[in-house]
């Protein structure tokens, strides 16, 4: 089947699915965005997805041109058309085309882009393993200055942290944010296991409130594990027992070095280990 990508609700080939040089999703970064999974054929936590959309919306001003029910079924459609059993949907919306200016009411024509697309997971060896990150020097954004609440199309400091990470041979970044305590990785979120509690950082922290971060939580809280929405400092992690990132891309990923140091004895734990379990067992549902 070929890759059909939805703009404002008609399809286009890869090639042919563009948007103007004139949006300011574009000139400014000014948008939103979700990435969500497709586990058996179904949308992981669609309605979760698509209430954070809104949110990101509200928090910025921009009005989404259809309603939640509408959405829900266009997704799932483009996810039908893609006939992709397993796979990751990149929800975008942006303010759409104006003027070459900041002035956001000048754009009419917001655009929402609906794509279906195969999944580049970490390779298998590091669910295995665990990943090593290393601390980026970039801070995640000031919460006065972008929430890191919002999933904007305004990725720099979490691209920059990235490549930070990838000069040092890492995969992913630890993130602290403007106070020096942990925040998330660029595109996860963090948790340790202390003393058999789970501890990740609250939403004050200045972390995107991850869903699959939710749904551990949940998963840990149902296993009868002690949890804890903490301020964690990076000492917090070089002495935890373990550690592991969630997201809807990397879903529950065991990390072993932190800036060189092991954690815990250097391998993947036990409460790593059970939750990944849990979190396999519950998307296949
Ligand atoms: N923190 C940040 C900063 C994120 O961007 C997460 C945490 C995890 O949230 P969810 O809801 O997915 O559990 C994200 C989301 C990628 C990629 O290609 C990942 C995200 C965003 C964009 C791209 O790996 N993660």
Redesign the pocket.
Known sequence: MTQQIYINGEYFSKEDAKISVYDHGLLYGDGI?E?MRIYGGKVFRLRE?LL?LWESAAAISLPIPLDLDHLTADVNEAVRKNGLEEGYIRLIVTRGAGALGLDPFRCSNPQVIIIVDKITLYPAELYENGLELVTASTI?NHPAALS?RI?SLN?LN?VLAKMEGLKAGCKEALMLNHQGMVA??????VFIVKANKLITPPKEAG???????N?VLELAKKAGIETAEEPLTRHDLYVADECFL?????EVIPVVILDGRSIGDGTPGPITKQLNDAFRALVRQ
């Open positions: 965005f990435g997805h954070r995640r890191p999933k990725y979490n998330e990785c660029t595109g996860d979120n972390i995107l409130e991850g869903i699959t971060r749904a969630t997201g809807s891309a990397a």
